[in-house]
């Protein structure tokens, strides 16, 4: 069957069909960097479809390095890195679709080539993607220094979180980005070890390599359709310098799998051409450079490297500053694409596929796990939702994401769209999606942790689900005060009568009527003795309009106060608006007192009287005392028509006689009122 697979899988290559997906993935998980119409088969490639190149139009052969015309395209993932891209020294070019799992920073050197070149390049296979295709896919940031530009003319560049510095080509902001490639990190980590181990035991070599200083030669065994060879050292000379690389006793259109294990691996070559004469150029598209192991992957020397990479390790660096690579690169880790620090530039990526038929692997049953953020009272679905999914490791349950020995985070977060879901395809196990920031508006719940969701054998079809309900965040809410004041005094005024109205319909000032009106907030408020109106409403522009003024106080020309401006960062003090009134004129009257003869009834001049005002609520007239009654001016003397007059405020008052007119006696009560 293995080798029907592997028979088939050359003649789909020779057909340009689609890449397809590695029995090392279960049909479950979708074929990836695929371009439209794509099919599937099984065969024995790398995960999610990745090597062969993706049709449009894919040359057959893969022309040699040159700056020539466009040779024909291809839409498959020439490099993913599972972790962060740099771009540093003076690295020129990558060539090819090229997915990064976090971040793509570029920081070249002063005085190097301001530009770096992705997708299209100057020199190369000169297969690139599609016109319009995604030439640059990341999870995280795009971030270029200042003065420099990253060029993806033509292309796409797709960025999850933002956009830092000059980058051509179209600009496409995608929280999801690199949703469909999450899982290949663990796929291609998984295939790394398979290809090197099984059960844990290395891989049954095929050859011998063996390191003579100036050379590593590589002999097969002349027979095998995969010749597989386990690597322990360095493919450097004396004193860890250049050396060629060479094969010897391979069978034509055998595939080559060089396993090279060890923390730490130095490629350093001068071997691999431009124009395909060494012959080492020969066996790029069936030659695979396996790092299962290393943390610190160095590929160095000034040859035009041939044969893809993958790096299994999940933490690895990878360093490259040979002047070419021709090959798909596949990194779990980070990559840095930079040049010698003695000197040297213009480091390309160039766009070559892996069309090796690779060991069959145990198949892993993979399916969905999706998480369905909705509103907790509606239950309708929302965007905006941040979760990271984290598979259950430890073995204790719940889920730990810090201390000794946390669970595993599966990916980088993902942000729900309309349809409020986040999915991610990965293998069986126990896994916990956890709300990282809640969408615009509503707040992350008490436990933001939802699961177990428990993927199974008998599950995985269908894939597991579940809710996260998010309660919306209350509005924020202020006082809006109005203080009812006497406009001389300042004094506070009770009884001041208001209504509160909210600006609703657009229009400046308040209106309370008409088709349109703005929006009255509650009932009426009266003053209190401390002159104020308060009501907590949300942020908002509001309005008092006074309607009654209080006694003795006339309502102003105008009797609405605002707008009042209660605002996010304002509502915790609150707003106020002083509206002062001014005190009504009083109303006065005279109260008099005639002076006349008992018996004839004329009027008598000479009477000398009082005015006293009633004002210690005692019935009578009090003139001293502990509270006397209050007297109203001087005394005052009746005139030849007998009158003492006073204009007063309307009140309760007597007139008391302090002195007869001549030839006339007091009366026993001099006290005449109430008036």
């Not at 905006?384 to 980088?412: R, S, Y």
């Not at 079809?461 to 579940?466: E, K, N």
């Not at 209190?528 to 009654?548: I, K, N």
Request: charged share 15%; glycine share 14%; with cysteine.
């Amino acid at each position: 069957m293995a080798r029907f697979n592997r028979m088939f899988a050359r003649v789909r290559r020779k057909a340009a069909a689609l890449a397809l997906p590695c029995t090392i993935v279960s049909a479950l998980v979708p074929v990836l960097a695929l371009g439209p119409g794509a099919v599937s088969a099984e065969a024995a490639t790398l995960p999610g479809g990745l090597g062969p190149c993706v049709p449009g139009s894919c040359p057959d052969p893969f022309p040699p390095i040159s700056n020539g015309p466009i040779a024909g395209r291809d839409n498959g993932i020439n490099i993913f890195v599972g972790s962060d891209f740099l771009v540093r020294g003076r690295a020129a070019e990558a060539e090819g679709r090229v997915v990064v799992l976090h971040d793509f920073d570029q920081s070249k050197d002063v005085g190097a080539s301001s530009i770096y070149n992705i997708g299209i390049v100057g020199a190369g296979s000169r297969v690139p993607p599609p016109d319009g295709a995604d030439f640059l896919t990341t999870g995280d940031d795009v971030v270029v220094a200042p003065g420099q530009t990253l060029v993806a003319e033509g292309g796409v560049v797709r960025y999850a979180s933002t956009v830092t510095g000059n980058v051509t080509g179209t600009l496409v902001h995608d929280p999801n980005a690199v949703q469909p490639y999450a899982a290949l990190r663990d796929q291609l980590s998984d295939a790394s070890d398979c290809y090197a181990r099984v059960n844990g035991v290395p891989r049954t070599p095929t050859g011998v390599a063996v390191n003579a200083g100036f050379e590593t030669l590589f002999t097969g065994d002349g027979v095998s359709p995969l010749q597989v060879f386990n690597v322990d050292f360095d493919l450097a000379g004396p004193g860890g310098g250049q050396q060629g690389i060479a094969f010897a006793n391979i069978p034509a259109g055998a595939t080559i799998l060089v396993n090279l294990t060890g923390a730490a691996r130095t490629i350093n070559t001068y071997s691999g051409d431009i124009a395909d004469t060494d012959p080492l150029n020969a066996y790029r598209e069936r030659l695979l450079w396996n790092f299962p192991d290393a943390t610190s992957v160095n590929l160095v020397g000034t040859g035009q490297f041939q044969g893809s990479i993958l790096v299994g390790e999940r933490t690895s660096q990878t360093t490259v500053t040979l002047p070419g690579v021709n090959g798909r690169v596949f990194v779990t880790g980070d990559l840095i694409h930079t040049s010698s620090a003695t000197g040297g530039g213009g480091q390309e990526f160039h766009a070559y596929p892996f069309d090796g038929d690779l060991p069959e692997c145990a198949a892993v049953v993979t399916g969905e796990v999706r998480v369905l953020k909705t509103d907790s009272v509606t239950g309708a679905p929302l965007a905006g939702g941040v979760f990271e999914l984290w598979e259950e490791t430890n073995g204790i349950p719940g889920l730990q994401t810090t201390g000794v020995d946390p669970d595993t985070q599966q990916g980088t977060t993902c942000t729900t769209g309309a349809d409020g879901l986040c999915t991610r395809t990965v293998p069986l196990g126990t896994y916990y999606w956890r709300e990282t920031a809640a969408p615009p508006g509503y707040l992350l719940p008490a436990d933001p942790v939802f699961g177990p969701l428990v993927l199974t054998a008998a599950n995985a079809a269908q894939g597991v689900q579940v809710t996260a309900p998010d309660v919306a965040q209350p509005p924020t809410t202020g006082e809006v005060r109005v203080l009812k004041t006497d406009s001389v005094t300042g004094a506070p005024l009770a009884g001041g009568v208001f209504e509160l109205w909210e600006e609703t319909n657009g229009i400046p000032g308040l209106q309370t009527s008409g088709a349109n009106p703005d929006t009255q907030v509650g009932t009426s408020c009266t003053t209190g003795a401390d002159g104020l109106c308060t009501r907590t409403v949300p942020v908002g522009a509001y309005y008092w309009r006074e309607t009654d003024a209080p006694l003795g106080y006339d309502l102003p020309a105008d009797p609405v106060f605002g707008p009042l401006e209660l605002t996010e960062a304002n509502a915790a003090q609150g707003v106020q608006v002083t509206a002062p009134d001014a005190p009504q004129a009083p109303v006065t009257g005279e109260v008099r007192v005639l002076k006349t003869d008992s018996v004839t009834g004329l009027p008598l001049a000479g009477g000398v009287f009082e005015l006293w005002e009633e004002t210690n609520g005692i019935p009578g007239l009090q003139t001293s005392g502990a509270n006397p009654d209050t007297q109203v001016g001087s005394a005052c003397t009746t005139g030849a028509d007998g009158l003492c007059i006073r204009t007063v405020p309307i009140g309760t008052y007597y007139w008391q006689e302090l002195a007869a007119p001549p030839g006339y006696v007091l009366p026993v009560d001099p006290v005449f009122g109430p008036l």
